[in-house]
């Protein structure tokens, strides 16, 4: 590795000179042998499941609420509050037999009426449920009935065939579609606390300091081993607390004093420090979250594709990404995640820097140095130090930028708005290729967060929802690869690797592609 990384990464910091944000976080720095204390960079925005929320509020939630399925370790698609699972043979109706024994954290047993209470909400538009618009006929599918034929059985019926409707139902995003108690919400019909069926339930939430669960101790959890969100959800400790430490730095000490017990993300410039210690226990795992620079393609001036394309010319990406990652993740161009199964030869191709290209395309666009202002977040290191590195880098194409650093909640409603010219960004896994383009494509009128609105690639998106043939939605996803590299509403940079940090006393923790930490089956032992 050649000392350019470096070279760039201070250039670009120098552009920002004079700007420091310190963040410091008081912890306990002493082992609670009843609970175990997982570091959140930033607090939760909520606890209600796809609604008002981010990475980190998804993460606490998913321990709390529970779906009718949930992707498995290898990304597929299994039943979680459902026993069984089947389909039509036109591919319009799914019917879900409810697990018998399962109950709510009051105690009550989970029922279909329940499974339609959650839905009506999630489907009520005042809501404003994250992945409404996938079935109401905007995006995948429309839901156009859901019946409950008995206290047991939930059908819901599609107005036509989605080889996606149960991955969209299991993602993450959308809360799991996360099946909860009536009495989650006030008598007015506001939220007040999640009351569901997952291994832990909602404690205390000291808003900027801590989100404490507690161990459901009626849960009844899937048999076999762990395996994704699914089987074997076991609370091995009383308690669990996520605590806010928004400076990579304080968390690293309050791991090393004992202050917490996992940093399931560190940071990679931080790796060596960690590996030096002997009473920390280390696990890297390749995940399906991608980074990136977005571009809002109605921006007077990078409604123009060639600027768009300059700027992806300008980009050394495997320097830019060594950087950011310290060589721990490889470049990729593609929204479609390196573990993915349809990573092939198109989605792994790596354009080499360009400039002499970069600069032609500017000229015939009539670019005359007018600044383009990149939106980013110091959150996220990673996030921080695209928008760095893409600066120094463009500037030598003659592409004049200007770095705006924004708290994360600002930068995600600009984000959903499509308030901004160029975005660093980062986006939680997408475990199938499908929803990895359906989160960057779609209609802009109707979803303004999505960059790529173009009739071909609605095409080509839709096609791939529809066939459940492996080689059928490979050739799609190719063609997708092919034209968004051309058109360029995005430049994605890498798929990014986590690496956790847990003290040697804590046990069992394991990282997954979804890159977002489970509690469970995490034991504590005296130190």
């Not at 360009?354 to 202002?373: D, F, Q, R, S, T």
Request: charged share 25%; proline share 6%; glycine share 6%.
């Amino acid at each position: 590795m050649t000392t350019a990384p470096s070279r760039w990464l201070s250039k670009g910091l120098a552009m920002l000179a004079g700007f420091c944000t310190v963040c410091l976080a008081q912890v306990q720095a002493q082992p609670q042998a009843d609970t175990l204390r997982i570091r959140l960079n930033a607090d939760i925005r909520s606890t209600d499941p796809g609604i008002n929320r981010d990475n980190n509020t998804d993460a606490v939630m998913m321990h709390v609420l529970e779906g009718l399925v949930a992707y498995r370790e290898d990304a597929s698609v299994a039943p979680l509050l459902a026993q069984s699972v089947s389909t039509s043979a036109d591919g319009k109706t799914y019917t879900f037999r409810l697990r018998q024994g399962v109950k709510f954290h009051n105690g009550a047993p989970l029922t279909a009426d329940d499974v339609l209470f959650a839905w009506n909400r999630y489907m009520t538009p005042a809501n404003n449920w994250r992945c409404l618009a996938e079935f109401d006929g905007r995006g995948l599918t429309k839901v156009v009935k859901v019946d409950a034929p008995d206290a047991a059985t939930v059908v819901y019926t599609l107005d036509k065939p989605s080889a996606l409707f149960l991955a969209t139902l299991a993602r993450v995003d959308c809360g799991g579609a996360g099946i909860y108690h009536r009495s989650s919400l006030e008598a007015d019909g506001k939220w007040r606390e999640p009351v569901a069926t997952g291994p832990y339930k909602l404690g205390e939430w000291k808003r900027g300091q801590y989100i404490e669960l507690l161990r459901n101790d009626g849960y009844a959890a899937l048999p076999g081993p762990r395996d994704g969100n699914t089987g074997a959800k076991i609370a091995e400790t009383p308690k669990v607390r996520f605590i806010i430490i928004p400076d990579a730095s304080a968390a690293k000490a309050a791991l090393f004093s004992g202050g917490i017990d996992l940093n399931y993300d560190i940071n990679d410039e931080d790796m060596a420090e960690y590996k030096g210690r002997k009473d920390v226990l280390m696990e890297t795992q390749a995940t399906m979250n991608v980074q990136g620079l977005l571009f809002q393609t109605r921006d007077p001036l990078l409604k123009d594709a060639r600027i768009r394309r300059a700027i992806a010319l300008a980009l050394d990406m495997p320097e830019l990404v060594a950087a950011v990652t310290s060589g721990n993740a490889p470049p990729s161009r593609s929204v479609v995640p390196t573990p993915s199964a349809f990573y092939k030869k198109p989605q792994a191709a790596v354009p080499p820097r360009n400039l002499a290209l970069a600069k032609k395309l500017l000229a015939e666009a009539g670019y005359k140095g007018e600044p383009i202002k990149i939106l980013a977040t110091k959150r996220y290191n990673s996030v921080f130090n695209i928008a760095v590195l893409t600066q120094a880098m463009v500037q030598e194409a003659g592409i004049k930028t200007e770095v705006e650093v924004l708290d994360w909640a600002t930068l995600l409603d600009r984000y959903n708005k499509g308030n901004y010219q160029a975005m660093a960004f980062t986006f939680s896994a997408r475990l199938d290729p499908a929803l990895s383009y359906e989160m960057v494509t779609g209609q802009k009128d109707k979803q303004p967060r999505k960059v790529w609105d173009e009739p071909l690639a609605h095409e080509l998106l839709a096609k791939s929802m529809e066939t459940s043939d492996a080689a059928q939605r490979q050739a799609l996803f190719d063609k997708l690869e092919a034209r968004m590299r051309e058109d360029v509403p995005a430049i994605f940079m890498y798929s990014a690797v986590n690496t956790s940090a847990a003290r040697s006393y804590a046990k069992g923790y394991k990282g997954w592609a979804l890159g977002t930490p489970r509690a469970w089956g995490v034991s504590l032992r005296a130190p």
